[in-house]
């Protein structure tokens, strides 16, 4: 069974600093999704990472995939305060058509 | 186009009623997707279709059916409530898993309490 693990479970940082959300899976998997969720709303897609090695940017946050460790981190450049937000990691289950969804990561940005 | 939207938004039942919550895509996608989300858990997948007329069940499917008899539309049914399924209820869709730009696009919730 898929098991998506992310760390920290919370997280409180200030403003100007950088930090490294990590995502362990337990299954091989080649594909993997980044997604934010602001309180009370939805979830918006941030990264869609395809094979190993994939690195993708976007403003002050950039994702990575290493398929091997089944490890992907999003990285925290300079934190701002609209950046808080609760983010998901998902891994696609191998031969299925399912996502498993980490159990997410609060992040807090303080001034 | 309204992407994925989800009718009602909010609804407060009694342990035993039922209700069926409903979910629509307009971007003729052929996967759908139901989840619940509890706090601290994640989202957890209930069921989901890979096409018109078929479902499959996901990791948290009790107390729980589906039906997908259009390809836009994806209903959740509760025959019996019970107050462990208080919770909030997200439906998403997708291109089939073997289209390389696959991903799912979630609708905005529902948000369900059962007293």
């Known amino acids: 069974e898929l098991k998506v693990e992310q760390n920290p479970l919370f997280l409180s940082m200030q403003e100007g600093k950088n930090y490294t959300i990590y995502c362990n899976y337990s299954t091989t998997s080649d594909r993997l999704y980044w997604y934010r969720q602001d309180p009370g709303k939805s979830l918006e897609s941030l990264f869609v990472?395809?094979?190993?090695?994939a690195v993708k940017q976007e403003g002050r946050l950039m994702a990575s995939l290493d398929t091997k460790a089944r490890l992907s981190t999003l990285h925290i450049t300079a934190a701002v305060h609209d950046l808080s937000a609760t983010y998901f990691c998902a891994v696609v289950v191998p031969n299925t058509d399912k996502l498993i969804f980490g159990t997410g990561t609060r992040l807090q940005v303080f001034p | 186009n309204a992407g994925v939207t989800q009718t009602p938004k909010f609804r407060v039942l009694k342990t035993g009623q039922s209700m069926t919550l409903l979910c629509a895509q307009d971007?003729?996608?052929?996967?759908m997707y139901w989840y619940r989300q509890d706090p601290g858990m994640g989202l957890r997948l209930i069921h989901y279709?890979?096409?018109?007329?078929?479902?499959a069940k996901g990791e948290a499917p009790d107390g729980y059916n589906v039906s997908r008899l259009k390809k836009q539309n994806f209903l959740l049914g509760l025959e019996s409530a019970a107050p462990s399924q208080t919770s909030v209820y997200f439906c998403?869709?997708?291109?089939?898993?073997?289209?390389?730009?696959?991903?799912?696009?979630f609708g905005p919730g529902t948000r369900l309490t059962v007293t």
């Open positions: 279709s890979v096409g018109e007329g078929t479902t």
């Open positions: 971007m003729n996608h052929e996967y």
């Open positions: 998403a869709s997708s291109t089939p898993l073997a289209v390389r730009s696959y991903e799912q696009y």
């Open positions: 990472l395809l094979s190993n090695g």
